[in-house]
């Protein structure tokens, strides 16, 4: 099994920074890639940054948004900053990659990021 934890939201106002983790562990060979989404109330899920040999953003957080990774650790953070009231949603981490026996691509439960205006 691999869990993916996510920790780091909370309630800050416009223009402020958070910093998200999220932390996969257990029976993992290798990754390939961590990403972040998020989902507001009423709207679908969307991409935020992911990470492989490269980095990816959604074109809303480009500028203001950075993904990097700790291998040893299997972690990968994302530093929110000039945050919005429209960046206020649950920001849910994905991992995917090699267990020992087969693939994984796994959710965290999600953190809610409000931002105030």
């Known amino acids: 099994q691999v869990q993916v934890v996510e920790s780091g939201g909370g309630l800050v106002q416009a223009g402020g920074s958070l910093r998200l983790s999220c932390a996969a562990s257990?029976?993992?060979?290798?990754?390939?890639?961590m990403g972040w989404y998020r989902q507001a109330p009423g709207k679908q899920r969307e991409l935020v940054a992911f990470?492989?040999?490269?980095?990816n953003y959604g074109d809303s957080v480009k500028g203001r948004f950075t993904i990097s990774r700790d291998n040893a650790k299997n972690t990968v953070y994302l530093q929110m900053n000039n945050l919005k009231p429209e960046d206020t949603a649950v920001y849910s981490c994905?991992?995917?990659?090699?267990?020992?026996?087969?693939?994984?691509?796994?959710w965290g439960q999600g953190t809610q990021v409000t931002v105030s205006s």
């Open positions: 994905n991992v995917i990659g090699r267990k020992w026996l087969g693939e994984f691509d796994t």
């Open positions: 257990g029976s993992i060979r290798s990754i390939n890639s």
């Open positions: 990470i492989t040999s490269s980095t």
